[in-house]
């Protein structure tokens, strides 16, 4: 059975992306450190997959630690990287932090995987990279405009960086998946979102009021140029989105002109007016909401077009 390391495999996308690499054949090898996941992820993991599999508690950052890993789990098939920082506000407060975390770990994990001789690699991006288009939908051959908060700057010097790699080292082969806002969970009901502490992306916040966790709802911003004046944006079930993660592994080395390649993976956009909350579905006190300054994601709208990797008959969605 073929290894594959998943960087960040208890997080939500990361823990998705384990089962389905599973269910496909491969053997996922988890790098987690646990600081925004749930331990206990890992149980429910092993319940849906049907067995065991390979836990290492490292952080990424750590690259003597990291490079243990690969030491210990020999032949390994590939590499996915998720581990980052991921929330727009935060990175605005803090960004010396995502810049050590986001573009620290990539160092760590792309010197780990040269001296291992690892060369088949899927970096997790986002499609923040786009910063605000000029045209839409965006495509992979979308221009990159500046990034409107720092955590889209991480993702797109990452991107050089890989970029640069590849350049210089012959037998790598790399696939960047650019995607929006992933949202849902395992039809089981096993695994899902479930962040650690006040959730920073929207689909969990409006569960988590819904259902009196917090007394209502922000939108941040009422004075853009769409249908409701609110901002757009692309969602994609989570489990598609790990479903394009396991394809681009299997693309990767066996594609050579492939050497560097980016794919966007998202569904078509939404914006709060599309919501309709079933009454049955919020409490008899109501569901509130209020509006707020703009926060620091300025962008208006920002969809994709997958039409690339579904020309390509590597990956489609399947969810809505």
Known sequence: MKKVIVTGGAGYIGSHTAVELAKAGFLPVVVENFVISERGIIDRMRKLIGSTFPVHEVDCTDERAFDSVLEKESHVFGLIHFAAFKAVGSSVKDPLSYYANNVGSLVSVLRSML????????????????????????????????????????????????????????????????????????????????????????????????????????????????????????YIHVVDLARAHVSALNCSPLNHAWRSTKCSTSAPGVGPAYWKPS???????????????????????????????????????CRN
Request: with cysteine; net charge neutral.
């Open 115 to 234: 001296k291992a001789g690892i060369s088949s690699f899927v970096f997790s991006s986002s499609a923040t990279v786009y910063g605000q288009p000029d045209s839409l939908p965006v495509t992979e051959r979308s221009p990159i405009k500046a990034a409107e908060a720092p955590y889209g700057r991480t993702k797109q010097i990452c991107e050089a960086m890989i970029d640069d790699l590849v350049a210089s080292w012959a037998q790598l082969r790399s696939v960047t998946l650019r995607y929006f806002n992933p949202i849902g969970a395992h039809p089981s009901g096993q695994i899902g979102e479930l962040p650690l502490g006040n959730p920073e992306n929207l689909v969990p916040y409006i569960t988590q009021t819904a259902v009196g966790l917090h007394p209502q709802l922000t939108v941040f911003g009422n004075d853009y140029p769409t249908p409701d004046s609110t901002c757009i944006r692309d």
């Open 279 to 317: 009454p049955h579905l919020i409490p008899p006190r109501g569901f509130r909401s209020t509006i707020a300054s703009v926060n620091e994601d300025r962008v208006m709208l920002l969809q994709a077009t997958r039409t690339f990797p579904r020309r390509s008959g590597s990956w489609a969605t």
